[in-house]
């Protein structure tokens, strides 16, 4: 069944950075109809996507919080996504997780994930 793995949290000082990674098994990226996104949920908030990029990496979205700090690149061979996240801060404080979307389209729908993974939690703090 497909499934996506992700990976490279962690902790860090404010200033830090992070790249996390994202194993997709049981189908190619570009054969999938939906492309590949991260979102990330801190304790008491809603889900918030964070980047996406289309499936044959033509288009690529962040959202404000994040833009100039974090990108979104992928590894076609090994079928896998990565974050890397820049000048991290505590507001970054978070589960990421990586999942298939409707569309990337730079709204960032809270409605519009399919499935994830377990979800690898980064913490920012001092």
């Known amino acids: 069944q497909s499934q996506l793995a992700e990976s490279g949290g962690g902790s860090v000082q404010p200033g830090g950075s992070l790249k996390l990674s994202c194993y997709v098994s049981g189908f190619a990226l570009e054969d999938y109809t939906t492309p590949i996104g991260w979102f990330r949920q801190a304790p008491g908030k809603e889900r918030e996507g964070v980047s996406c990029m289309s499936r044959y990496g033509d288009f690529s979205a962040y959202a404000d919080s994040v833009y100039g700090r974090f990108t979104i690149s992928r590894d076609h061979p090994q079928n896998k996504i990565y974050l890397e996240m820049n000048d991290l801060k505590p507001e970054d404080t978070a589960v990421y997780y990586c999942?298939?979307?409707?569309?990337?389209?730079?709204?960032?729908?809270?409605?519009?994930?399919?499935?994830w993974g377990r979800g690898t939690q980064v913490t920012v703090s001092s």
């Open positions: 999942s298939a979307i409707d569309a990337c389209d730079g709204r960032f729908n809270p409605n519009s994930y399919k499935f």
